[in-house]
């Protein structure tokens, strides 16, 4: 074999990793001290080159993206080189208009495209969440209709993870497992107590490499993510309507809350842009400068 050989990290644990090297799953040692997370891409090498046990994470590449999870002692990466974010939208547990922006504007200022997947489409759906599932096909966001349970919907879904590397987001009880489940064929709840060793393994993270270069990253630590420590520009950012509108603002240090010559203002009242994602961009602004 190579001495020299690249691949990509799809489990980590604490000081060693699973790495997919040209389609095998190989167990590697990380040399030194080095970041390393579910989805880098690391140079390894193999310090025997007739033992693959021998083989050391010597350096990652870098990163096309970061994905970051908020705790009590900060924030601290989780994942890199994701390409989407699916979140997940259903009426039972409720779906937060607020998690959604939050998701939303942070991935994009991550540099990683935000998707919806609403679920339990089987549930038959009251017309308060219709009018959320409307809100956000008013933007420009792609959303997919789906019952993971069910399989419905789960076809263009797929088409669509072509290519891309995808985490899915969502409150405990939206079905991220049970999708995750649906699209890898991998029953994700029995995997993780066939890992059980220790209740910390149940928060181990996967990447999962399925054919046509679908690859879905499982985190189930991920459910909140940081608002805090983005720019005012990268909030606007995540509200796109909201942003070609104030290029209408009179002034360019207008705070569409109430100044003179404001184009966003009228566009709420007109019903142009939703109230609910115009409230959720003020309250994100007014969380980031209370630091
Ligand atoms: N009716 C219905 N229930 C679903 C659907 N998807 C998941 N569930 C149920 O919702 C519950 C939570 O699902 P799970 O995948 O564990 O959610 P997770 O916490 O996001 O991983 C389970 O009882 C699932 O059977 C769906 O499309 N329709
Ligand atoms: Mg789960
Ligand atoms: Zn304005």
């Excluded at 069910?150 to 049970?178: P, R």
């Excluded at 509108?245 to 566009?267: A, R, T, W």
């Amino acid at each position: 074999m190579q001495k020299v050989q690249t691949g990509r990290v799809i489990e980590f644990y604490s000081n060693t990793c699973l790495v997919d090297i040209d389609g095998l799953a190989v167990q590697c040692a990380i040399f030194g001290k080095q970041d390393i997370v579910v989805g880098d891409n690391v140079n390894i090498e193999y310090q025997n080159q007739n033992d693959p046990k021998s083989a050391l994470i010597i350096s990652k590449q870098e990163r096309t993206s970061e994905l970051t999870k908020r705790s009590i002692r900060g924030s601290k990466v989780v994942a890199a080189n994701i390409s989407h974010v699916g979140i997940l939208l259903v009426q039972n547990p409720t779906t937060s208009t607020e998690f959604i922006d939050k998701w939303i504007a942070s991935s994009k200022a991550s540099n990683i495209k935000p998707f919806i997947i609403n679920n339990k489409i089987d549930i038959e759906m009251p017309s308060d969440y219709l009018e959320k599932v409307a809100l956000y096909n008013n933007i420009d966001i792609e959303i997919f209709n789906v019952s993971a349970k069910e399989n419905t919907g789960l076809k263009d879904l797929t088409k669509y993870l072509e290519n891309k590397c995808t985490i899915f987001v969502g409150n405990s009880g939206a079905g991220k497992s049970t999708l995750t489940s649906k699209l890898t064929g991998i029953d994700i709840k029995t995997k993780t107590l066939s890992n059980n060793q220790g209740r910390h393994t149940t928060s181990i993270s996967s990447l999962y490499m399925l054919p046509h270069n679908i690859e879905i990253i499982d985190s189930p630590g991920v459910r909140d993510v940081p608002i805090e420590g983005l720019s005012k520009e990268e909030i606007i950012y995540g509200f796109y309507e909201i942003y070609e509108s104030s290029k209408l603002c009179k002034f360019s240090n207008c705070n569409h809350k109430g100044d003179e010559g404001c184009n966003v203002i009228p566009m709420i009242n007109n019903g142009e842009i939703s109230k609910s994602r115009y409230n959720n961009f003020i309250k994100f602004l007014e969380q980031i400068s209370d630091e």
